[in-house]
């Protein structure tokens, strides 16, 4: 059985799964009352209908044109994406009811060149699970979110998902301004004292046994390691690359990095992290002991153990965020990685 990742609203693969990280939240004022509403559509799709879409809201299509390219979503619901320079506006509106007008729900603003990242990663992500399952027959679910917010325009989220069956999901997600009660304004991407935010997010799961966990993370987390990871791919998920380096002799902390490769042979930077082997130790010991209880559990008494999760979380502001954890449910174990790419300050051109 594998873990089956979940989406609150700021995903979690996770793609999602890891639901303790203090990322990007709903950018706000402080008010005494307040309210804000969102909306949330997926459509299970194949491949190539993700990436066409893609390519013309997000992608490359969408940044070098020049007129905006309006999509519905459902019935009244509608996605426009607005070429603007070096950015890319993103207007979800809905049709009312009682005016037959529509309305703008949410507006924010990512850079073109982090719409095209998100494309041509979601591209890799997506080639890999069907030539995998194809050839080895043989998936594990995984996620890839592109994330941005402002004051004044609420929040979006659009989120790929591929499960254990290489079968893929394409959601839109996005939420209004929080404001004081009954003061629904009219959204924009841009405030005048602050930038907008975006940022991608990412997860990706493995089945694992107890050996190979503890073989896997003493090499990434061991302090006496005779061996790191030097841009390993993460199988089934190859398109994402493990490097981990120790920072010096003493190996007490090590760089976790991870690249893209893209369908095209181009390598991106996604994400990297310092860790201790110090709490990396501890968080296996833990992780390895919650493996065997279970293990003991199942065997006295089949379908008897009870579910635990693990995580161990790092970051840097300037390169991203690292969590990895561990998933037990009926004797069998999970394995994730979640990342997210540093925050980037969107401005108006």
């Known amino acids: 059985m594998h873990w089956r990742l979940r989406k609150p ?125 194809s050839t080895r027959h043989f998936a594990s679910p995984w996620a890839l979110d592109l994330h941005a917010e402002s004051q004044p325009g609420g929040e979006a989220t659009i989120t790929v998902t591929g499960d254990e069956t290489a079968q893929f999901t394409l959601a839109w997600e996005f939420s209004s301004p929080r404001r004081p009660i009954d003061s629904f304004p009219i959204p924009t991407a841009f405030s005048k004292s602050e930038a907008a935010k975006a940022n991608m997010r990412g997860t990706v799961h493995f089945p694992v046994s107890v050996d190979d966990f503890i073989q896997f993370v003493n090499r990434a987390y061991g302090q006496n390691a005779p061996e790191r990871f030097t841009d390993f791919p993460l199988f089934p998920h190859t398109w994402l690359h493990l490097t981990v380096t120790a920072q010096d002799a003493t190996n007490r902390v090590v760089n976790v990095h991870f690249d893209a490769i893209t369908p095209s042979g181009e390598r991106r930077f996604v994400a990297e992290a310092p860790a201790s082997t110090s709490v990396g130790g501890r968080f296996v010991d833990q992780t390895v002991t919650r493996m065997q209880e279970m293990l003991s559990e199942e065997a006295a008494h089949p379908g008897s153990s009870r579910p635990w999760q693990t995580e161990f979380y790092y970051d840097d502001s300037d390169t991203g965020v690292v969590v990895v954890a561990v998933k037990g449910e009926r004797g069998l174990f999970d394995i994730s990685y979640h990342l997210e790419t540093s925050i980037q300050q969107v401005k108006p051109r």
């Open 9 to 133: 609203v700021w995903l979690v693969l996770v793609l999602f799964a890891v639901g303790i990280l203090p990322i990007l939240g709903q950018a706000r004022e402080k008010y005494g009352a307040s309210e804000f509403f969102e909306n949330e559509v997926e459509e299970n799709m194949g491949a190539s209908d993700i990436l066409s879409l893609l390519d013309r809201t997000v992608g490359g299509t969408a940044s070098s044109g020049t007129t905006p390219f309006t999509y519905q979503l459902r019935q009244g619901v509608f996605v426009t994406a607005i070429p603007q320079g070096p950015n890319l506006i993103l207007r979800f509106t809905a049709t009312r009811s009682d005016t037959a007008q529509p309305e703008t729900i949410t507006e924010v603003a990512i850079s073109a060149a982090l719409g095209r990242t998100f494309f041509t990663l979601v591209e890799a992500a997506l080639e890999t699970a069907e030539f995998i399952f």
